[in-house]
């Protein structure tokens, strides 16, 4: 992605989380000189990731392929030495059809939470025994603790207010239903590093292009 883009992209989701009276950290306003400031405070959010995170998975077609997210909280997975915070929390902007692709995580449960917005539509899959999407089985799985299940690939709605949990190994794909939505997530520790799974080559991260002054910087400007 070229920074321009990422820069045009980071305005308007702040603009977007402005109308429905999410407010952020004083982090998210923060340029590069105070992420660059000699801090073991800073350092740690450095570590866990918390910040912007603007992402093309690799497409070159972040309107149709992408995701903006905001990491508010995050700890360490277990065993790493530093904060203990066992869990985290994100807020998320999905487009109206614009897909995070499919993915899974080995570790992470997450609660997703439609905050605002268009309704948020998920397509659910169990995993087979060799680790593929399984077209044949049902997904189980809860919306605000009430069980449910799905056919095999079939898309779930989460309207504004709801949430469903996801656990691990279940793979899922997500995108703004007739509009923007605004996401939260609640989750066990997030690892961006080593706990994403796609089922095609999908860089977590964007390779960026330096086309003008960051704006905001991102975590993968940072993320040690």
Known sequence: ??????????????????QYQFLLPPMAR??????????????QI???GMGWDITD????????????????RNGLPPGSEGCSRPYAEKLLVSQESQKTVMHYHKNKTEDIIVRGGAPLAIQLFNLD????????????FCMDEIAHEVKAGEVVIVNPGESITLVPNCAH????????SLVGEVSSVNDDKTDNFFFSESPRFPTIEEDEEPYRLIVPDYLT
């Open 173 to 180: 794909e997500f995108w703004g239903h007739g509009g923007a």
């Open 30 to 43: 923060w340029g590069r000189a105070e992420w660059e400031q000699p801090s073991e405070k800073i350092e």
């Open 57 to 72: 998975f690799g497409s070159g077609d972040f309107d149709h392929y992408g995701l903006v997210l905001f990491t508010l």
């Open 46 to 48: 450095k570590k866990v």
């Open 129 to 140: 025994s060799e680790g593929q999407l399984d077209t044949k089985s049902p997904v189980s």
């Open 1 to 18: 992605m070229k920074r321009s883009e990422i820069n045009k992209v980071i305005r308007e989701a702040e603009d977007f989380i402005s």
